[in-house]
């Protein structure tokens, strides 16, 4: 019976670029048409048992698996196989719009009130599961110039195809640090600092202090060896700290810069976040929030994602971060969409593990390396053909801290880059 599901599934599912399909008992099936610019794969399903995990939860029950060698890719590779799959299931595709069914909002809502408590106890092991696993990863997978684990920005030729990573990861810290507007003197608080790329950025090309906060030990420890070697020391601290904490302390700081926690934070959490951030702000402070963001109404973090990779994490919809943010008083002063641009980011990463493949594995294993890649896929292809994208929110206390028209970002990133 799974069988026959998964093959109607696949029939639905695969109508562009082939998709080959060898079960468990020497059957094979063929999916889909040859048609430029999609990917051809042929997978082997190793037990009988494989279609009916994929039947269960088609992304969950496919990467455990992939995982556990009990799908095996035997033309092709998994960034390949994801793609196929994403690319003929678009998320804008097109033609009139129903409205939303009953059945999913209440699903969202249960899954919502089920998972997303996430204190700060739960926020330190939820990070150091992520990012804890060694630094050693990183480092083969991120750019070399600022071991930037977020979505890099590619404004060359429409597409930044003549950029590398790492000149994509330095657009990205620039096009930020002018948003921030910063000011001779002003202290800056970088929450999620990783291992310290954008506070280095801003330390040296700035007259300013700042202050990195994380949870995970290993990036606090390593971006504070960073700070050292860039000789920036004395511009930048790194603390192993709660955000929230800081808060309850009273600490105030002229600009706040959030790359890539929000997404950590927790639907739950989202107003103590923006009440946090507002009160650590100067009256006439500046903000600047970059996240991975839904494009379309608030969802759910799908099994895989919660199970392996970001343990209570979940992915806001622009209107839920607006709504939780206007509470304290936080001006939206710009907002920019980036669409595809992490697509590109993630492809990169992919191709640096792809190019490290024996290293990875002799770090963790064989189930890990297939684990990640799969992983990188779905967060590649989700970009280019699902409902993510990543938003970058100036916030302000003061409707006159900033210029009134956006001619300044401009021209600060070019000054930036020059340099």
Same mark, same amino acid.
């Given at each position: 019976?799974?069988?026959?599901?998964?093959?109607?599934?696949?029939?639905?599912?695969?109508?562009?670029?082939?998709?080959?399909?060898?079960?468990?008992?020497?059957?094979?099936?063929?999916?889909?048409?040859?048609?430029?610019?999609?990917?051809?794969?042929?997978?082997?399903?190793?037990?009988?048992?494989?279609?009916?995990?994929?039947?269960?939860?088609?992304?969950?029950?496919?990467?455990?698996?992939?995982?556990?060698?009990?799908?095996?890719?035997?033309?092709?590779?998994?960034?390949?196989?994801?793609?196929?799959?994403?690319?003929?299931?678009?998320?804008?595709? &097109?033609?009139? =719009?129903?409205?939303? /069914?009953?059945?999913?909002?209440? +699903?969202?809502?249960? $899954?919502?009130?089920? #998972? @997303?408590?996430?204190?700060?106890?739960?926020?330190?092991?939820?990070?150091?599961?992520?990012?804890?696993?060694?630094?050693?990863?990183?480092?083969?997978?991120?750019?070399?110039?600022?071991?930037?684990?977020?979505?890099?920005?590619?404004?060359?030729?429409?597409?930044?195809?003549?950029?590398?990573?790492?000149?994509?990861?330095?657009?990205?810290?620039?096009?930020?640090?002018?948003?921030?507007?910063?000011?001779?003197?002003?202290?800056?608080?970088?929450?999620?600092?990783?291992?310290? &790329?954008?506070? =280095?950025?801003?330390? /040296?090309?700035?007259?300013?202090? +700042?202050?990195?906060? $994380?949870?995970?030990? #290993? @990036?606090?420890?390593?971006?504070?060896?960073?700070?050292?070697?860039?000789?920036?020391?004395?511009?930048?601290?790194?603390?192993?700290?709660?955000?929230?904490?800081?808060?309850?302390?009273?600490?105030?700081?002229?600009?706040?810069?959030?790359?890539?926690?929000?997404?950590?934070?927790?639907?739950?959490?989202?107003?103590?976040?923006?009440?946090?951030?507002?009160?650590?702000?100067?009256?006439?402070?500046?903000?600047?929030?970059?996240?991975?963001?839904?494009?379309?109404?608030?969802?759910?973090?799908?099994?895989?994602?919660? /199970?392996?990779?970001?343990?209570?994490?979940?992915?806001?919809?622009?209107?839920?971060?607006?709504?939780?943010?206007?509470?304290?008083?936080?001006?939206?002063?710009?907002?920019?969409?980036?669409?595809?641009?992490?697509?590109?980011?993630?492809?990169?990463?992919?191709?640096?593990?792809?190019?490290?493949?024996?290293?990875?594995?002799?770090?963790?294993?064989?189930?890990?390396?297939?684990?990640?890649?799969?992983?990188?896929?779905?967060?590649?292809?989700?970009?280019?053909?699902?409902?993510?994208?990543?938003?970058?929110?100036?916030?302000?206390?003061?409707?006159?801290?900033?210029?009134?028209?956006?001619?300044?970002?401009?021209?600060?990133?070019?000054?930036?880059?020059?340099?």
């Amino acid at each position: 019976m799974s069988k026959k599901l998964l093959n109607t599934f696949l029939q639905k599912g695969v109508k562009k670029g082939r998709l080959g399909v060898v079960f468990a008992d020497g059957s094979s099936s063929v999916y889909g048409q040859e048609e430029e610019a999609f990917p051809e794969i042929v997978v082997r399903l190793a037990d009988s048992k494989v279609p009916r995990d994929i039947i269960m939860d088609p992304r969950l029950g496919a990467a455990e698996a992939f995982m556990d060698g009990r799908l095996i890719i035997e033309e092709g590779d998994v960034m390949g196989l994801v793609t196929l799959l994403r690319a003929n299931n678009k998320w804008e595709k &097109g033609g009139n =719009i129903s409205p939303p /069914k009953f059945t999913r909002k209440l +699903v969202n809502r249960a $899954t919502f009130a089920f #998972e @997303q408590v996430n204190n700060a106890i739960g926020s330190k092991d939820n990070v150091a599961h992520h990012y804890d696993i060694g630094n050693d990863l990183y480092a083969l997978m991120l750019d070399e110039e600022h071991w930037q684990y977020s979505c890099a920005y590619w404004p060359k030729d429409q597409g930044g195809d003549d950029m590398t990573l790492g000149e994509a990861q330095t657009a990205k810290l620039a096009h930020i640090a002018a948003k921030l507007a910063l000011r001779p003197g002003n202290t800056v608080l970088d929450i999620g600092c990783g291992w310290g &790329g954008m506070a =280095i950025f801003l330390a /040296k090309h700035h007259d300013i202090h +700042v202050t990195g906060i $994380t949870l995970s030990e #290993e @990036q606090a420890a390593l971006a504070r060896e960073r700070v050292e070697k860039a000789g920036v020391a004395d511009k930048v601290s790194i603390e192993l700290v709660d955000y929230r904490d800081f808060a309850e302390a009273g600490r105030k700081f002229d600009r706040i810069v959030s790359v890539g926690m929000f997404e950590h934070v927790g639907k739950a959490q989202f107003e103590t976040f923006f009440l946090s951030c507002a009160n650590l702000l100067t009256d006439d402070g500046t903000m600047l929030l970059h996240t991975i963001g839904r494009m379309g109404s608030p969802g759910m973090t799908d099994a895989f994602t919660r /199970k392996y990779i970001f343990p209570g994490g979940y992915i806001p919809a622009l209107s839920e971060t607006m709504a939780a943010s206007e509470k304290y008083r936080l001006m939206a002063t710009d907002i920019e969409i980036l669409r595809v641009h992490y697509a590109k980011t993630i492809r990169q990463w992919y191709a640096n593990c792809m190019k490290h493949r024996d290293a990875i594995i002799e770090m963790y294993d064989q189930r890990f390396f297939n684990m990640w890649t799969f992983y990188l896929s779905g967060a590649a292809t989700v970009f280019e053909y699902g409902g993510m994208c990543n938003f970058q929110i100036q916030y302000s206390r003061d409707r006159h801290a900033l210029p009134l028209t956006r001619d300044y970002i401009g021209e600060t990133e070019k000054r930036l880059l020059s340099k």
